[in-house]
């Protein structure tokens, strides 16, 4: 017989490099809005090369994690700047002009997961959770319909008018109020007709075609932290996503 060993699997030195990066972010060594060591402090830290620390910031730059500022430093990207707060927002005009939506808030309240919910944010089926409903209006015109799901354990004291008072966005509101910055987010998309729930918030007819947007969105080390399921309707507007 012949034994089998297991491989170990390699990673790059960059890629630890960025791993131990975005562990010293989930701890809060350096918060949201804040500048980093330099290179060559991370360098020297890390017992690396400059140019292997470089890399690893170049990655998470792109992913969003990190931005670079001419000048200035590298700083931990943060959701309360105007060109990001809106980042993950893609329904537009049919034009495809983009305009910042009103928020309001029909009502947030503690829960417990069912079994989808378990599985999108990777919690125990009937985990507590707080389950927020609002509408976003464009130009006055009610477009998209919110459904949000959140572990209860992240969110301590999260209520209507919490969210009400924030000046920002939700993802601010939970950079801000909770540690917790959405780093990625997955959607699945599909077209549905309007129930009697959903139609009269958003004035219009059971039956009328909506935009389902099924949206997981993650932080630091790829943790499921919001499940939210938008109905918008595109009588006026689109979903725009920019590729390339």
């Given at each position: ?137 464009f ?33 601010s ?29 958003l ?15 993650y ?18 507007h ?7």
């Open positions: 017989m012949t034994k089998s060993h297991s491989t170990p699997t390699f990673r790059p030195l960059y890629e630890q490099i960025k791993i131990l990066i975005t562990q010293s972010l989930v701890a809060g060594e350096w918060r949201p809005g804040e500048v980093i060591p330099s290179e060559l402090e991370l360098a020297s830290r890390f017992k690396v090369s400059q140019g292997t620390v470089r890399k690893a910031i170049d990655e998470l730059a792109a992913e969003n994690i990190l931005v670079r500022r001419q000048g200035k430093g590298t700083f931990v990207a943060t959701h309360t700047e105007e060109h990001t707060q809106y980042r993950f927002l893609r329904i537009v005009e049919l034009s495809g002009k983009k305009e910042f939506p009103v928020s309001e808030v029909l009502h947030c309240e503690r829960g417990k997961a069912d079994s989808t919910a378990a599985d999108r944010l990777g919690i125990k089926r009937g985990a507590p959770v707080m389950m927020v409903r609002r509408l976003l209006r130009s006055g015109e009610p477009v998209i319909l919110d459904d949000i799901c959140l572990p209860a354990s992240l969110f301590k004291g999260l209520s209507e008018a919490l969210i009400n008072e924030f000046q920002g966005t939700l993802y509101l939970y950079e801000a109020r909770y540690s917790t910055r959405i780093i990625r987010a997955e959607e699945r998309i599909q077209a549905v007709a309007a129930d009697e729930a959903t139609a009269g918030p004035g219009v007819s059971s039956g009328t075609p909506l935009l389902d947007i099924d949206r997981v969105a932080t630091y080390g790829d943790q499921p932290v919001e499940w939210r399921v938008s109905r918008c309707n595109t009588k006026h689109c979903y725009l996503n920019e590729l390339g």
